[in-house]
């Protein structure tokens, strides 16, 4: 091997020196190629192995309490405040008509005058006198002491010419005046009042310093019943009469009494039997009851509120009571002949005058001006 390393250096060197002597050619200028080096390969980076980092323990909150979610509140708009309602004014009822009969002092005579509804006139009409009248709470019972006839034809009332004489029913008809009863001396009459045929009257009848009494029925002709005088007669059986009778219809009356505290309003048949308590109100006064024109209601006054007395409506089965005046000295009812308007005695312009109202209590009107007490309206 190395002997053939030699013999090409030998031959090497031989051919150089024999190019070395020979003529030089011209040199034919030989454009040099550019030689685009390819670059170099990346130097590789060694990178250092990353450090082990301990992993680090992340500590777990707590498990939160459950907690409701909260809501959001929704704001609910607030109605709008209503507007108080109107109450309707109740219709008028048609003017009222007719005349209403009542007691009056003129010159110191006990008298009944009539007031014209419509006009507001006053005509001079009958003497009274002195008549009865119970004493109830420092005044009259105001029960009424006179009544028209069904056909406002004739007038049935009470007379007495002087304190402590006899009382006299009369009837009144025309210019034509009769007497039908007399009370005993010392006692009195009061209230009457006429059947719906107009054939017969009823009213109390007081015994002696008003010890006893009796509801009493005649005819309005003077004529006997039967063997008798007297229809009826019914003693009062311990209670106390306090004022008011009146006829409706079906041969009932209403009437006012009391048996062991205040007086009451009862309704009893015309042959005596069958009374019933419809106020049954012992802590209060009601009298002076009145039966309306077709006799399904009854007018009366009371003090139950608080001591003001006022007048009061009721059904004839003593349900619906409702007042229809405010009091506080308001007595002795007494209806239209359509029903709709009630007249009654009242203090609220200073001194006793007749006043009325409507019966749903509305379109209070004055009378009179000259004084007045135990009114009653033509039929």
Request: overall charge positive; glycine content about 10%.
């Amino acid at each position: 091997m190395k002997g053939k390393l030699l013999t090409c250096l030998a031959l090497t060197v031989l051919v150089v020196l024999v190019l070395g002597c020979s003529a030089p050619p011209t040199p034919t200028r030989v454009p040099t190629p550019t030689i685009t080096l390819p670059p170099p390969p990346p130097t590789a980076t060694r990178i250092p192995p990353s450090p082990t980092v301990p992993p680090t323990l992340t500590p777990v909150p707590p498990s939160p309490t459950p907690t409701a979610p909260r809501v959001t509140p929704t704001r609910t708009p607030l109605p709008a405040t209503p507007k108080p309602a109107v109450t309707p004014t109740p219709p008028r009822f048609p003017d009222p008509k007719g005349s209403i009969a009542f007691r009056i002092t003129e010159g110191g005579v006990e008298r009944m005058a009539i007031v014209d509804v419509a006009t507001g006139r006053v005509s001079p009409f009958v003497t009274i006198g002195p008549v009865m009248d119970l004493t109830l709470d420092g005044h009259g019972t105001n029960a009424h002491v006179g009544e028209w006839s069904p056909a406002s034809s004739a007038f049935a009332y009470i007379f007495t010419g002087a304190p402590g004489a006899q009382n006299v029913l009369k009837v009144l008809e025309g210019n034509r005046e009769v007497s039908l009863y007399s009370s005993d001396v010392g006692g009195g009459l009061s209230s009457p009042t006429w059947s719906s045929d107009g054939k017969r009257i009823a009213f109390i009848k007081m015994g002696a310093r008003q010890q006893s009494w009796a509801l009493v029925i005649i005819k309005s002709d003077g004529t006997k019943c039967g063997e008798k005088f007297e229809c009826l007669i019914k003693f009062g059986e311990g209670e106390q009469y306090r004022g008011g009778l009146s006829w409706g219809k079906e041969n009932l009356l209403t009437i006012s009494y009391n048996t062991t505290q205040s007086p009451d309003v009862y309704t009893i048949y015309a042959d005596g039997q069958g009374a019933r308590n419809l106020t049954n109100l012992p802590t209060a006064n009601n009298i002076a009851p009145v039966f309306s024109p077709d006799g399904k209601t009854i007018a009366f006054a009371s003090d139950r509120d608080g001591g003001k007395w006022r007048i009061y409506l009721m059904n004839a089965d003593g349900t619906n009571v409702r007042a229809i005046t405010p009091g506080p000295m308001d007595l002795t009812p007494t209806w239209s002949p359509d029903g709709n308007w009630i007249a009654f005695a009242s203090t609220r312009g200073g001194q006793f005058d007749i006043w009325m109202v409507d019966r749903n209590g509305g379109h209070l009107t004055r009378l009179t001006t000259v004084g007045g007490t135990h009114p009653t309206w033509t039929r």
